[in-house]
């Protein structure tokens, strides 16, 4: 018996209609889907998809053993999410060694900063694994904001938002353009990092890009509150342009 594919299905960052053409077919031709959730929610690549998955397609949930309830730094951390990557694995890979196409929804792009990255590392010499690329939320964020995020030579710097105060605002003050990720509880450093590299001002937060309940503001304006998981920061780089 032939072995099955694993593909990872970009699903870009949030509306149905900036999936890819491929990604949309592979999807309503699925016998097996996996995504990954937080315990007890639906979870967002679910919710993107909704009414496109086939009648009688077996869902497969993955959920996260953990998320922001323990440090980063915390050993058990890495220690839970191994255990659970290792854990899908097995079930995807049995799933493919039985012949069976397996689609894994994948938020953003599948090899930029996604969950799947974990899997396909642990899969790829053993089972037939695919990547479909998508754009990402990123992508979805600068273009909100009514403004092109480069120009000309421009240095683009995406940074996560987990990052050391110090790094972040180094890093900012030496790029043209700035994306930073990952903000949520961090949003208090992220402000200072932008204040000490003299780039709050030129920040914008944008929350749930290509969403329903997307919303773009100016960073100076915006409450100071811990921000949404689906939220971006960027800073338009003003470079070379004819």
């Given at each position: 018996m032939s072995a099955g594919t694993i593909y990872g299905l970009g699903l870009g960052p949030g509306d149905p209609?900036?999936?890819?053409?491929?990604?949309?077919?592979?999807?309503?031709?699925?016998r097996h889907v996996a995504f990954f959730r937080k315990a007890g929610r639906k979870g967002q690549a679910r919710?993107?998809?909704?009414?496109?998955?086939?009648?009688?397609?077996?869902?497969?949930?993955?959920?996260?053993?953990?998320?922001?309830?323990?440090?980063?730094?915390?050993?058990?951390?890495?220690?839970?999410?191994?255990?659970?990557?290792?854990?899908?694995?097995?079930?995807?890979?049995?799933?493919?060694?039985?012949?069976?196409?397996?689609?894994?929804?994948?938020?953003?792009?599948?090899?930029?900063?996604?969950?799947?990255?974990?899997?396909?590392?642990r899969l790829v010499d053993h089972v037939p694994v695919e990547v479909v690329p998508a754009i990402s939320g990123m992508s979805a964020a600068w273009t909100a904001t009514g403004s092109p995020i480069t120009w000309g030579d421009d240095i683009l710097t995406v940074l996560m938002g987990t990052l050391p105060e110090e790094v972040l605002a180094e890093r900012m003050a030496a790029s043209d353009a700035v994306v930073v990720m990952k903000i949520g509880r961090n949003i208090d450093k992220v402000r200072r990092a932008l204040r000490r590299a003299g780039?709050?001002?030129?920040?914008?937060l944008i929350e749930y890009a290509a969403m329903p309940r997307q919303t773009v503001q100016r960073l100076a304006e915006a409450p100071e509150k811990v921000t949404p998981y689906f939220s971006i920061i960027v800073v338009h780089g003003q470079g070379r342009r004819p």
């Amino acid at each position: 018996m032939s072995a099955g594919t694993i593909y990872g299905l970009g699903l870009g960052p949030g509306d149905p209609e900036l999936m890819t053409v491929r990604a949309d077919r592979l999807l309503r031709q699925a016998r097996h889907v996996a995504f990954f959730r937080k315990a007890g929610r639906k979870g967002q690549a679910r919710q993107i998809v909704e009414g496109m998955i086939p009648e009688g397609a077996v869902e497969y949930p993955m959920e996260y053993p953990v998320t922001t309830e323990i440090p980063l730094t915390d050993p058990r951390y890495n220690s839970l999410l191994s255990a659970f990557y290792e854990e899908s694995t097995a079930h995807l890979r049995a799933l493919a060694a039985g012949g069976e196409d397996v689609v894994v929804l994948c938020e953003g792009d599948p090899f930029f900063y996604g969950s799947f990255m974990h899997l396909y590392t642990r899969l790829v010499d053993h089972v037939p694994v695919e990547v479909v690329p998508a754009i990402s939320g990123m992508s979805a964020a600068w273009t909100a904001t009514g403004s092109p995020i480069t120009w000309g030579d421009d240095i683009l710097t995406v940074l996560m938002g987990t990052l050391p105060e110090e790094v972040l605002a180094e890093r900012m003050a030496a790029s043209d353009a700035v994306v930073v990720m990952k903000i949520g509880r961090n949003i208090d450093k992220v402000r200072r990092a932008l204040r000490r590299a003299g780039r709050h001002d030129s920040a914008w937060l944008i929350e749930y890009a290509a969403m329903p309940r997307q919303t773009v503001q100016r960073l100076a304006e915006a409450p100071e509150k811990v921000t949404p998981y689906f939220s971006i920061i960027v800073v338009h780089g003003q470079g070379r342009r004819p």
